[in-house]
């Protein structure tokens, strides 16, 4: 029932943001801010013509590629340094300087150096990312309380209770909010990257070509895309791992209320 009260306010949420907007395009020229029908229209067109789908699959593919790898790197190297101090101080001015390289630039460098059409995006999102989930992991593996590992290995708990029982949901405490902060950011560089790159496939693509062709609609259509596949990545992959993954969680929010 609380599920179901959450989904009701969000779609509340949703629906008012809508309402504002085309309040708002009312003031203004098609060409300058369009109303949520028109840009309604033009992802319909593209998807009658098939640019949409194919546009989708292959921006999808590059950032869950770049945001897979910025996942797999910081939170590997984050969990090692959570547990090694000497490690976390060596790499930890690294990731900070990293952090401090503005996407443009990493997409420049980028471009140097791999294909404009495929590994500058993937590199660009990956090298993005990876910060928040390196930090996430840090606190996470640090915050781990060390009185339970300690009495884990007196009763010599199995070393997969010890992962599933104590390292896990510490992490996931920490490491969730990085998860869906690095995924918007993956996107958002994603587009930026494509759009930039000149590349020939990809939403950014698509948002360059409307752009040039000041099909203002057009323009928010991809963006409204990307919103969309943001929030369906968090709501369908996400939100239901993390309650696969934290199993004692299940019972509070079936309950009442």
């Not at 599920?3 to 949420?13: H, N, Q």
């Not at 790197?73 to 090692?80: D, N, R």
């Not at 323009?219 to 934290?246: D, G, Q, S």
């Amino acid at each position: 029932m609380r599920r179901i009260r959450r989904r009701l306010w969000s779609l509340l949420g949703i629906a008012t943001a809508l309402v504002l907007w085309h309040l708002i395009a009312l003031q203004y020229p098609p060409w300058a801010v369009p109303t949520p029908l028109d840009v309604a229209r033009e992802l319909v067109r593209l998807g009658q013509t098939g640019a949409l789908w194919r546009a989708v699959a292959v921006t999808t593919g590059r950032t869950l590629a770049g945001f897979g790898i910025a996942v797999l790197l910081g939170g590997g190297a984050g969990l090692l340094s959570g547990l090694l101090p000497p490690l976390r101080q060596a790499l930890a001015p690294v990731v900070t300087a990293i952090q401090g390289v503005p996407p443009v630039a990493l997409i420049i460098v980028a471009l140097l150096w791999f294909d404009a059409n495929s590994s500058a995006p993937i590199f660009t999102i990956a090298v993005a990312v990876l910060p928040i989930i390196f930090a996430a992991a840090v606190e996470g593996a640090g915050a781990v309380d060390r009185n339970l590992i300690e009495m884990a290995t007196v009763f010599r708990a199995p070393r997969r209770m010890l992962v599933t029982e104590i390292y896990l949901p510490h992490l996931l405490g920490y490491l969730f909010p990085a998860l869906l902060s690095g995924l918007g950011l993956a996107w958002k560089v994603a587009l930026l990257a494509e759009l930039m790159a000149g590349s020939r496939t990809g939403m950014g693509a698509g948002l360059g070509t409307a752009r040039v062709n000041l099909n203002v609609a057009g323009m928010f259509a991809w963006i409204a895309v990307v919103v969309i596949l943001l929030l369906t990545m968090e709501n369908l992959l996400l939100r239901p791992l993390k309650r696969r993954l934290e199993p004692w969680r299940r019972g509070g929010e079936g309950g009442g209320g």
